[in-house]
């Protein structure tokens, strides 16, 4: 093969696989008794590794003044999701390079290594994904393909679901 039938290659695998994600995106909410299945996590992948991390659940929060936030640590990893202004349970588009307050970001505990649905690779690449939630905020679904670090040299996919964890109210 030469170069451009290469290039054509890879660009059609990382098309068939950005499919495959917002296929899975689009899929409606898994019901709870799903939430202990095999299948059910939010999963992070590499080229080299497709579990590299799943995140089954997270500890979310919402509020007036930082809208919808949702932490997870796993492995000395940090899962961080964001949706400012949040205005309830739906889905919210995540948009490459727009720094709006809707974002996903997975960053390394020791802070070795950071991607970003907002990072901006240094070439043009499709991609895209969204946040989406049940009903009554209990599960919270998406995804981003691919994501990459800041400097473009190295990214991951995620894709799936994890359960939320509110803090109880106080009386």
């Known amino acids: 093969m030469n170069i451009t039938a290469l290039s054509r290659y890879a660009a059609a695998r990382r098309l068939a696989l950005m499919a495959i994600v917002l296929g899975a995106l689009l899929m409606p909410g898994a019901e709870a008794s799903a939430a202990s299945g095999s299948g059910f996590g939010l999963r992070v992948f590499t080229g080299d590794n497709p579990h590299f991390l799943t995140f089954l659940s997270a500890n979310c929060s919402v509020s007036k003044k930082n809208g919808f936030e949702a932490f997870a640590n796993l492995h000395g990893w940090r899962l961080l ?31 070795s290594n950071e991607f970003a649905s907002d990072f901006v690779p240094p ?49």
């Open 81 to 111: 999701v964001g949706i400012r202004p949040f205005t309830g349970f739906h889905r919210y588009a995540l948009v490459r390079g727009r720094f709006n307050g809707t974002f996903m970001d997975l960053l390394a505990r020791d802070g």
């Open 123 to 171: 070439h043009h690449i499709p991609s895209g994904g969204q946040i989406h939630f049940s009903a009554d905020g209990s599960q919270m679904g998406g995804g981003f393909y691919p994501m990459f670090n800041e400097a473009g040299t190295d990214a991951v996919g995620v894709a799936g679901g994890l359960k939320c964890h509110y803090a109880k109210k106080k009386h």
